[in-house]
């Protein structure tokens, strides 16, 4: 028996191995890849978008946290002359470190749902040093990262998400299209990092702070939820409706409260 037979998706790592070729031929089809990109994969699998990938003769780095699928990997693709495997947590790992020269970085990959939210936090981190990325993820996630204020699901990872990147929801995949099959859809989305920010803030580090506290209790009113950081006054004097939920407050408004701090 062959290692990728053998080899069963680990719980712990949260893996669900894509081999749908319809839905991978469509991310990469939307990826619409240059000859001079320099890609980069998180958590590859077995490497069934990797080997499309690698048809295309660009640059590709793969970061793989699972030894085992990292000697089946290298086993597979041994003769890829194009290709770097990286042995790293993606949630450690100094994206910026792999950018050549004026280079930016183009960032793929069929995420765990267990560490989608924290991974792209990271990433935001990062944005300096990326072009774009496309993600395979939980739908419901997706759906909350795309949110507009007033929908049920917008939230922290929305405003964040918006600050940072333009997002667009691409398509759905089936549960049937991965090995095991996730118990949810799943979606791919495109973020692409804005290359000056859509509202200017004083402090990522306040507006990241207003924006949580804010989220924490999302039923509670803005004076209420925003007590230990802001007055109601300095709210109502910015022009916002202290007695409004943060679901209800535009990135615009987010940053005019951060702004204050």
Do not use: W
């Not at 949260?14 to 469509?26: C, R, S, T």
């Not at 535009?250 to 204050?260: G, M, P, Q, R, V």
Request: hydrophobic share 40%; with cysteine.
């Amino acid at each position: 028996m062959s290692k990728e037979k053998y080899h069963k998706a680990r719980k712990r790592f949260g893996q669900n191995f894509l081999h749908d070729h319809n839905v991978i031929e469509n991310i990469v089809a939307n990826i619409q890849i240059e000859p001079d990109d320099h890609i980069v994969e998180i958590g590859p699998g077995k490497g069934a978008l990797t080997k499309l990938i690698l048809l295309s003769g660009v640059q590709l780095d793969i970061i793989e946290i699972d030894r085992d699928l990292i000697a089946l990997l290298k086993q597979k693709f041994e003769a890829a002359e194009n290709l770097q495997i990286i042995s790293a947590d993606a949630l450690k790992f100094d994206f910026s470190s792999l950018p050549q020269k004026n280079e930016k970085i183009r960032i793929i990959g069929n995420l765990p749902y267990n560490i989608s939210t924290p991974l792209l936090f990271h990433l935001f981190e990062n944005f300096s040093c990326i072009q774009d990325m496309h993600f395979m993820l939980q739908k419901e996630l997706v759906e909350r990262v795309c949110a507009d204020p007033g929908s049920k699901k917008y939230g922290r990872l929305s405003v964040m998400s918006q600050f940072y990147c333009s997002a667009e929801s691409l398509f759905e995949v089936d549960p049937g299209s991965f090995t095991p099959s996730p118990k949810v859809l799943s979606a791919v989305v495109r973020l692409v990092p804005h290359s000056q920010p859509p509202v200017k803030v004083k402090s990522i580090i306040n507006l990241n702070k207003i924006v949580t506290q804010a989220f924490s209790q999302r039923r509670k009113t803005l004076r209420k939820s925003l007590k230990p950081l802001i007055s109601e006054e300095k709210i109502e004097a910015l022009s916002i409706d202290s007695s409004l939920r943060a679901e209800a407050i535009s990135l615009n408004d987010f940053a005019k409260l951060s702004n204050s701090l």
